[in-house]
């Protein structure tokens, strides 16, 4: 079994990670001053951003220099970030849109002031998302609200900016936020799991479509978090779990790997490392290639042989 080369899940506010380079576009530097796409004065676009992952994300492209545009329904919130990044940015290089991501009308006017203000847009991060639960015979108003907002709320930002970022003539890219949940499908929220999984469908074709196209200078990644403390997985409490995240920390994360042409994108925490990560997603793929039952992981009759997998797995990376 071949894993890379990655690290053991430090923060990213310590020493950085090593990767390994699923697709890199040509001419793409990694250095931070030389980088075409995330650099002082292009334009970032945010969905999402009043709080949370999105917030830090906000902040820190406007550390960078970038314009930045947030977009999200939480209208107070919105304009409470738009002050701290005005005060970074100054008004002219900072838009505050109030957006529903699954109103399409509404999707097409923050890019009509995007692109009307500023002309372009570098960095397209969708992330806006909520976490109803719905299982997978109850709840179909919650299911239809996370399908709406995670699934076609990606759809509808990418069939409204993707057309004009093809012809711009600087780099660009596109970072849609996924889930673990989408990958190896724990028990517990069958809707959240199965909207992160066809955002993960998603991005991978949009990647591929991006690269077959010809002259196309936008690239495509599958930003996947860890364990992060935000709102959503918050529970109400305002102090962060030992093992759990910053979202600066994952957003510091996710700018590095993007920056070296990373597409997915799998964030490690402080409980789980990149090759217990690795290790589940194999195993859950190896759910299909060997016909064994669904979410064999917590299948009463394969508990044991999926913990003894995990022990031998990491026992053969300490050699």
Same mark, same amino acid.
């Given at each position: ?25 040509? +001419? ?176 991978? +074709? ?36 030992? +093992? ?76």
């Amino acid at each position: 079994m071949v894993f890379s080369d990655r690290s053991r899940g430090a923060s990213p506010l310590r020493p950085g990670f090593n990767s390994v380079t699923s697709y890199k576009p040509e +001419g793409l530097s990694v250095a931070d001053h030389l980088h075409p796409v995330i650099n002082a004065g292009r334009v970032a676009v945010i969905t999402g951003a009043a709080s949370g992952i999105g917030k830090a994300a906000a902040l820190e492209f406007a550390k960078i220099g970038m314009k930045v545009a947030i977009a999200d329904v939480n209208h107070e919130r919105l304009n409470e970030l738009a002050a701290e990044l005005i005060q970074t940015l100054g008004e002219t290089n900072v838009i505050a849109q109030p957006t529903d991501v699954s109103k399409l009308d509404e999707v097409v006017r923050l890019r009509d002031r995007v692109y009307e203000a500023w002309g372009e847009v570098a960095v397209l991060m969708n992330n806006a998302g909520v976490g109803d639960r719905g299982t997978s015979w109850a709840g179909i108003d919650k299911w239809k609200k996370v399908f709406d907002v995670n699934l076609f709320g990606i759809v509808n930002v990418q069939q409204t900016f993707v057309p004009s970022m093809l012809h711009q003539e600087n780099q660009a890219l596109i970072v849609n936020t996924g889930s673990k949940q989408g990958i190896t499908n724990p028990p517990g929220n069958a809707a959240y799991n199965a909207s992160k999984a066809a955002v993960k469908s998603l991005t991978e +074709g949009l990647a591929y479509e991006l690269r077959e196209t010809p002259n196309s200078n936008v690239t495509a990644h599958l930003f996947v978090p860890g364990w992060t403390h935000t709102g959503m997985t918050s529970s109400g409490s305002s102090e962060k779990p030992p +093992g759990a995240w910053s979202a600066q920390e994952t957003v510091l994360y996710m700018l590095e790997h993007v920056r070296k042409g990373d597409f997915y994108i799998i964030c490690p925490d402080n409980e789980t490392r990149n090759e217990i990560d690795q290790l589940r997603i194999m195993w859950a793929a190896s759910d299909v290639a060997e016909g064994r039952p669904a979410l064999s992981r917590w299948h009463r009759d394969y508990k044991a042989l999926f913990s003894e997998y995990m022990r031998e797995g990491l026992e053969s990376l300490e050699r």
